[in-house]
């Protein structure tokens, strides 16, 4: 039988490239689009090497339509698409809300539109954990209300969510949206991993960072939330237990499965952890000190999110598979290796 073939937009990012491992070890055939404004060509090479044959890459940017014409035109019998190419710094989409609409939501309407034009039926769609804001109950189900978006970044996650619903709706396509937790961790191999652009805004690269001497102090955002030990609380999965979720969903879509052509999942493991239980795992596991300092708290953080994966486990058939060491340790060893390449430092 001849293989299935998925696309993987910003497949070179970070959960993109994890995915398409997961993807080509599952039998999947993968063709990647990827504009490398966040991502890096040396990571094609490195995912041959850890699966053998290297995905045939595009590098293109989703919101340019005419070129997302003709690649579809090029590229036939593609039987589902997996959509990651987005901006996902919260911080810059306060300071730029329009990049982050056009990267985010001209691209996914543009790609829609491919689909339909091209009668391509599946999709998967890169949510977040965003979506539910400050929640008023903990954990999460899929049926939380949203609260109001704390970023330009949640608000395009939140729209991107009804835009598909909307257009699922009219039976063109069938979706699955995956809210992600917080993704950590790297690959086995130590050939791929989070390869953030300047000083890196989310918690386990700092702290890799911090680790290999190139931040100078690790600083905890606040010690005075009403959680168990005053840090923050959320929920981290390693990225190649979200990378399968990915691969699940593709099955799922493809065997015809989806219920009212529109499903939503939590993506985490359920477990709430705090930021000084990530310091304390990364520094027992990998048997290292670091250096850190409580600071004020950050704005927009929420206190406290960790999600049900009731209905992920039960209607997906997916179930994380790796803990917290392996969480650091990957973190730390793809850190390693990477140290000498960090670019703009
Ligand atoms: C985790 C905890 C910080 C850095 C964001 C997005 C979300 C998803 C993942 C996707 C918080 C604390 C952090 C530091 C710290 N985005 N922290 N010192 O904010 O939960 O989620 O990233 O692409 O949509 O909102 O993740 O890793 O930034 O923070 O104390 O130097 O670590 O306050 O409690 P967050 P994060």
Redesign the pocket.
């Known amino acids: 039988m001849d293989k299935k073939k998925i696309l993987v937009t910003g497949g070179l990012g970070f959960i993109g490239s994890h995915t398409t491992v997961e993807l080509i070890k599952a039998g999947y055939n993968v063709v990647i689009i990827d504009d490398l404004s966040n991502s890096q060509l040396f990571i094609l090479d490195n995912i041959e090497k850890i699966c053998g044959s290297k995905p045939t890459f595009y590098q293109l940017d989703m919101s340019d339509k005419e070129k997302l014409s003709e690649f579809f035109a090029k590229e036939k019998s593609i039987d589902a698409v997996i959509h990651f190419a987005a901006s996902?710094a919260?911080g810059e989409s306060m300071q730029k809300p329009l990049k982050y609409f056009r990267n985010n939501l001209y691209s996914l309407i543009n790609l829609l539109k491919s689909m339909e034009v091209n009668k391509i039926k599946n999709i998967v769609f890169s949510s977040?954990?965003?979506v539910y804001g400050d929640p008023d109950e903990l954990p999460v189900i899929e049926n939380t209300p949203f609260k109001p978006a704390l970023?330009a970044?949640?608000s395009t996650?939140q729209m991107g969510e009804e835009i598909l619903q909307k257009v699922a709706a009219t039976k063109v396509i069938d979706c699955i949206a995956l809210r992600?937790f917080?993704?950590v961790g790297a690959d086995s191999s130590a050939l791929l991993g989070e390869l953030p652009i300047g000083p890196?805004?989310?918690?386990?690269p700092?702290v890799t960072q911090a680790a290999a001497g190139i931040r100078e102090q690790?600083?905890?955002?606040?010690n005075d939330y009403n959680t168990p030990d005053g840090?923050?609380v959320?929920d981290y999965i390693h990225v190649t237990d979200l990378a399968k979720a990915h691969v699940r969903s593709c099955d799922r879509l493809i065997n015809n499965e989806v219920q009212n052509n529109y499903e939503v999942f939590n993506i985490g493991t359920g477990n709430g952890i705090s930021?000084l239980q990530?310091i304390q795992a990364f520094e027992k596991y990998n048997n290292i000190k670091l250096d850190y300092t409580i600071g004020k708290r950050?704005p927009g953080?929420?206190p406290a999110?960790y999600a049900d994966v009731s209905l992920a486990n039960k209607v997906l058939g997916w179930k994380t598979e790796l803990g917290l060491k392996e969480m650091v340790t990957s973190a730390w060893e793809w850190q390693k290796k990477v140290i000498h390449n960090i670019l703009n430092t």
């Open positions: 996902k919260v977040s954990a965003t970023s970044y949640g996650k992600y917080n993704p890196p805004n989310n918690l386990m700092f690790l600083v905890v955002f606040g840090t923050c959320r930021v990530i950050r953080d929420a999110i």
